[in-house]
């Protein structure tokens, strides 16, 4: 979490307006590594959302998130949530 803020601040700096936060999937190379709990991922959103607003819609953490930014229920269909990796 120590460079959450600073990753986050030149973001900022460098023109980001929004930023997604979303977490390791342990496989292939990152077999090995322990994926953040939920709690781990609202805190690193919440030390980030001081620089940046914070994408908190994805529901599984893979590129097939379904959601648009302030349009949460716009009727789009759930995407299929494996339970292990669910940090809504």
Not at 4 to 31: C, D, W, Y
Not at 37 to 42: A, R
Request: aromatic share 6%; proline share 8%; glycine share 6%.
């Amino acid at each position: 979490m120590g460079q959450i803020k600073e990753i986050t601040r030149q973001t900022s700096e460098n023109g980001a307006v929004l930023m997604n936060i979303i977490p390791v999937i342990p496989l292939h190379n990152f077999k090995d590594m322990e994926p953040p709990t939920c709690d781990d991922l609202k805190e690193a959103r919440d030390l980030a959302s001081e620089y940046l607003e914070q994408f908190r819609l994805c529901r599984q953490c893979r590129a097939d998130a379904i959601g648009v930014q302030g349009h949460e229920s716009m009727g789009s269909p759930e995407p299929k949530v494996v339970p292990e990796y669910f940090h809504g």
